[in-house]
């Protein structure tokens, strides 16, 4: 897969999103395994990414957080 269709949005976004995901998981206290913990981190990631393409954190205006705490309520919702 192309750098950028892995990355839309760029490594640097992918990776400040990968954080966030990461946090909002761990202040979740899900009762997971730590690797189920990183691959949803990772896999969840990439797929908001892909959702979000084009609209980087800049043009965001303050609601990129919210809208990975509401991307994570979904999937958690989900599973």
Do not use: C
């Amino acid at each position: 897969m192309s750098q950028e269709k892995k990355y839309p949005n760029g490594l640097r976004e992918y990776l400040e999103t990968l954080v966030m995901m990461s946090v909002e998981l761990e202040a979740r206290d899900l009762p997971m395994h730590l690797i189920n913990y990183i691959d949803h981190a990772i896999d969840w990631s990439e797929e908001f990414e892909q959702m979000y393409s084009g609209r980087n954190m800049r043009i965001w205006d303050g609601d990129w957080l919210d809208a990975i705490q509401e991307f994570v309520d979904e999937k958690i919702s989900k599973s």
